[in-house]
């Protein structure tokens, strides 16, 4: 069970979303982040949030982003003063452990 529970994604071979690491976490920042988001993809737009250990991660279907939006939603997200698009861009298992801290959907 233990095992299970601390697996971690080791490596991303489809992807379907476009995966954007935010490294800042305060009480109630959700609250920001959502409005944020939607405002440069359009509220229609699939867009799932990741509550991790140290911030969010935010997951982004192009094929629905608004065609108002197409152009440059990708630049706008990532100009997020908290983005951080280096690294493996690996995603923590909502459910499993990350030190000490489950991350979930929210």
């Known amino acids: 069970h ?3 529970m601390n697996e971690i ?3 991303k071979s489809r992807s379907c979303f476009v995966d954007f ?4 976490k305060e ?4 609250q920001f982040l ?3 988001v939607f405002e440069r993809v359009g509220n229609t737009a699939d867009v799932k949030f990741i509550e991790t250990r140290g911030g969010y991660h935010v997951l982004v ?3 629905t982003v ?6 440059n939603w990708y630049q706008e997200l ?6 951080d698009q280096t690294g493996d861009q690996l995603i923590p298992i909502p459910g499993c452990t990350q030190g000490d801290f489950m991350p979930k959907f929210v």
């Open 2 to 4: 233990q095992e299970v």
């Open 9 to 11: 994604q080791r490596s």
């Open 21 to 24: 690491d935010i490294d800042y």
């Open 27 to 30: 009480a109630g920042y959700e």
């Open 34 to 36: 959502k409005p944020w």
């Open 61 to 63: 279907d192009p094929s």
């Open 66 to 71: 608004e065609e108002a939006f197409k152009k």
């Open 78 to 83: 990532a100009r997020h003063p908290h983005t």
